[in-house]
């Protein structure tokens, strides 16, 4: 399967400092990626959708101005936690999408676990 | 409809035996279903997936099931072994017949725990 990176795989921080993850598709142009957030023992919850060129469209709930999605070309996005606190502190998942043979083909980075404090 | 995950049910299973796995999901217009095993501090891995015009999928020492009267999914895996241990998402989403291209939608998860 296609491969999805991810860097850094861990990073605290500060309380009120910012933080920037990477998003990478290493052998495929990502039209879209997608960014999920997981809490422990929890399931995946989608936070936004970016598609390469275009402004990312966020999911209902999700403050648009502390997460900071850029996608900048086909093979990466990157996600910027403004301002972080305790609260953000959790495993934040990329996701990169292309079309395939016919079906979208959808391919999960490693995460990144992210601690405020 | 979305999924909040309050808890995570678990199943144990012993080495060697076969791990049926269940889903319930929301949306009847769902038409393509996937199946993701999470290890610990891992990203979701493909398993298999499955068209809403199948009802059976069979993949190596996987099947998948799809019973869309009730709405239900459910993985199988035969011979589990203590690699299979990990979480196991199901994963929706709709329009994958007539082009795709919507958002995958997960359910909450059961933490598949494999005994010696």
């Known amino acids: 399967g296609a491969v999805v990176s991810q860097h850094p795989s861990r990073v605290i921080c500060k309380s009120g400092t910012s933080v920037k993850i990477e998003c990478r598709s290493l052998?495929?142009?990502?039209?879209?990626m997608f960014w999920y957030r997981q809490f422990p023992k929890q399931s995946l919850m989608l936070m936004a959708t970016s598609n390469e060129g275009s402004k990312a469209t966020y999911e209902q709930g999700v403050e648009k101005d502390k997460f900071l999605i850029n996608h900048a070309s086909l093979t990466l996005s990157t996600l910027t936690v403004t301002s972080a606190h305790p609260e953000d502190s959790s495993f934040y998942i990329c996701?990169?999408?292309?079309?395939?043979?016919?079906?979208?083909?959808?391919?999960f980075g490693p995460g990144t676990r992210l601690t405020v404090t | 409809g979305e999924n909040v995950g309050l808890h995570l049910p678990t199943l144990s299973v012993q080495e060697g035996d076969n791990s049926i796995i269940n889903c319930a999901y929301s949306n009847s217009a769902s038409d393509y279903f996937i199946w993701y095993k999470q290890e610990s501090g891992k990203g979701p891995q493909f398993i298999i997936d499955i068209r809403s015009n199948m009802d059976k999928r069979q993949g190596q020492r996987v099947t998948v099931l799809l019973n869309k009267t009730v709405k239900h999914l459910s993985l199988q895996i035969a011979a589990t072994q203590p690699g299979d241990s990990a979480v196991y998402f199901c994963?929706?989403?709709?329009?994958?017949?007539?082009?795709?291209?919507?958002?995958?939608?997960f359910g909450t998860g059961t933490q598949l725990k494999v005994e010696l």
């Open positions: 996701s990169a999408r292309f079309r395939g043979q016919g079906i979208y083909e959808q391919y």
């Open positions: 052998d495929f142009q990502a039209t879209t």
């Open positions: 994963a929706e989403t709709y329009g994958i017949l007539t082009g795709g291209g919507n958002k995958l939608t």
